[in-house]
């Protein structure tokens, strides 16, 4: 198991808040598309996500 069931919950809770709400509301405000240089909202919520799996991973070793 990599992580334990509080934090199975966390992760599954922020990707129904990243796909649910935050990626179709940036598509419906046209941030995302139509412009060139302005990357998709899968690029939006990678970093953030990446940013806390790792902050996890240094509190896990602490």
């Not at 198991?1 to 709400?21: D, E, K, P, T, V």
């Not at 690029?43 to 602490?62: G, Q």
């Amino acid at each position: 198991m990599l992580s334990g069931l509080n934090a199975s919950w966390i992760f599954f809770g922020g990707s129904i808040l990243a796909y649910g709400i935050v990626a179709p509301s940036l598509v419906k405000n046209g941030l995302p598309f139509g412009k060139p240089g302005y990357p998709s909202p899968r690029y939006w919520l990678l970093w953030p996500s990446a940013l806390i799996m790792l902050l996890y991973f240094f509190a896990n070793i602490l």
